[in-house]
Structure formats: C-alpha cells, structure tokens
C-alpha cells in the first residue's frame, strides 16, 4: 500500500499536466487579468475557432512552439471566437479530440471584436490571428493567416531579443 500511493499521485500528476483546464468563457475583463498574471513572459494568443481548417491545422505547431522555446518563458492562450452557446462543450470537445493540452478560453456573450479589443482594437475578424505580446504585456507582432512552426519561432525569437 506505501509504495502504491506514491505511484497513484505521479499517474494522477501526468494526467493533469496531459489535460487542459475547461475552456472558461471570458469576458474582456478576464482577458485583461489572464493577460495580467502572463507579465513578464512573452504571451503567444492564438484567436481560433472550431470551423476554421487552418486553425487546427496550425495549433499543434503552437503547442510545439511553447514546448520548443520554454527557455524563453514563452504562454500560449487560445481564445476560440466560435458563436456563444450558452456552453463550452462544443470548444472542448474540439480541443479534447485534436490537442488535449492547449490551454484554450472561449468568449461569453461579448461581441467578439469587443474581447478582441483588450489586445487589438483594429482586428479584422481574420482567423487564425496569433499574437506575439512581449514581456511588458504589449502586442509586438501580429500574424493572420495560418503559419508554420519555423515562422512562428522566427516571430517569437524576434521578439525575445
């Protein structure tokens, strides 16, 4: 039994770290304080949604992206700009199919340019759109379009010099 729970806690430890936490729907106020709490890493946000081909295509290379340059102290976050349902579910069950550890918020009922604005007030509703904000919690660079992981670092080491 003594070397049974140790054993238990390290598998339960792996399975946490292996998932994402539920795709929280935020408000504009969220965002600011999620944003807050990243100061001081550079903050990769990747405005996604569920029907959009070159987003999913995309996500896993962020999620790479974040692994490859931990020793940037690089967040990524994923704001899906899906229509609100009253539910995350749809945003989840996505997610939990495709790429179980990104770390992934949905809207509330805001209007999404509204969201958008804590971090872009001329977005243009093109997605994906990823963000790279520097260490001092401002937009550095902004990529539309689907990317690959050698641009994605490429912007990233960018912004880390």
């Known amino acids: 039994m003594r070397t049974l729970i140790p054993a238990l806690a390290a598998l339960l430890a792996t399975v946490s770290t292996a998932f994402a936490a539920p795709a929280e729907a935020i408000a504009p106020k969220d965002l600011e304080r999620i944003l807050a709490a990243e100061r001081g890493k550079i903050v990769v946000v990747n405005l996604w949604a569920t029907w959009c081909a070159p987003c999913l295509t995309e996500i896993p290379d962020l999620i790479r992206l974040e692994s490859d340059l931990a020793d940037l ?30 770390r992934t918020y949905a809207r509330d009922k805001t209007e999404v340019d509204y969201l958008v604005s804590v971090i872009d007030s001329a977005w243009n509703e093109v997605v994906p759109t990823t963000y790279v904000i520097d260490r001092d919690g401002k937009v550095a660079k902004r990529i539309q379009g689907k990317k690959s992981l050698e641009e994605f670092k490429a912007e990233v080491a960018a912004v880390a010099r």
């Not at 700009?81 to 550890?101: C, H, L, N, Q």
């Open 73 to 102: 102290n690089v967040a990524l976050i994923g704001i899906s700009v899906d229509e609100p349902r009253g539910s995350t579910a749809a945003i989840e069950t996505m997610r939990d199919k495709r790429f179980p550890s990104f």
